[in-house]
């Protein structure tokens, strides 16, 4: 799911691999609210978004904030800086992403807020974080030349744009 204009070029980066599909409005509470009212269609099955700064979110994150989603209504992501980098419910609720707030440091607040008001239960996947700032993507390269495996395909974009141009590595 991405804005209309970027369907093509991530169309053909994906492949077979994936269907893209163009989300309806304009910006990340539209596009939320696209991704579960698109792959609901009408169901109540578990549906989890998730952030693509995160790129080494590790399998076992997914796997537990569906199982979740069993228990509870919404699941949610937390970031550190608060903000959440996953999302989850069983079904699609219109009105669960508002406009105001998404992107802030109080949008997890927010997000917690609207599904108290739809009388949602809300359960929590472990804290994470996401790469917003120069130094977590600085964090973010440490692990990864640590663990690569992690995020391989990561990892290694990161070692050829540390070649090609120096950055990111403290004192460099």
Same mark, same amino acid.
């Given at each position: ?16 691999? !994936?269907?893209? &599909? ?10 939320? +609210?696209?991704?579960?009212? $698109?792959? !609901? ?5 578990? *549906? *989890? ?6 790129? $080494?979110?590790?399998?076992? /994150?997914?796997?537990? %904030?569906?199982? +979740?989603? /069993?228990?509870?209504?919404? @699941? &949610?992501?937390? +970031? ?6 996953? /999302?989850? &419910? ?13 992107? #802030? ?16 239960? @809300?359960?929590? !996947?472990?804290?994470?974080?996401? *790469?917003? @700032? %120069?130094?977590?993507? %600085?964090?973010?390269? %440490? ?10 395909? +990561? !990892? ?13 590595? #403290?004192?460099?």
């Amino acid at each position: 799911m991405c804005p209309e204009s970027d369907v093509n070029e991530l169309g053909q980066l994906a492949g077979n691999q !994936a269907s893209v &599909v163009a989300q309806k409005g304009e910006g990340l509470a539209a596009g939320l +609210t696209s991704v579960f009212a $698109h792959f !609901a269609e009408g169901h109540q099955r578990p *549906i *989890i978004a998730f952030n693509s700064d995160s790129p $080494h979110l590790p399998r076992c /994150v997914l796997e537990d %904030a569906f199982e +979740t989603l /069993v228990a509870h209504d919404v @699941v &949610v992501g937390p +970031t550190h800086d608060g903000g959440y980098y996953l /999302v989850g &419910v069983k079904g699609s609720y219109a009105t669960l992403f508002a406009t105001d707030g998404m992107g #802030t440091s109080n949008a997890l607040e927010r997000l917690w807020s609207r599904a108290r008001e739809l009388k949602l239960s @809300v359960g929590l !996947a472990e804290p994470f974080y996401d *790469i917003d @700032v %120069a130094e977590d993507l %600085a964090r973010l390269a %440490a692990e990864l030349c640590l663990a690569p495996g992690r995020a391989p395909r +990561t !990892a290694r974009w990161l070692k050829e744009w540390e070649l090609a141009s120096g950055h990111y590595r #403290t004192g460099n």
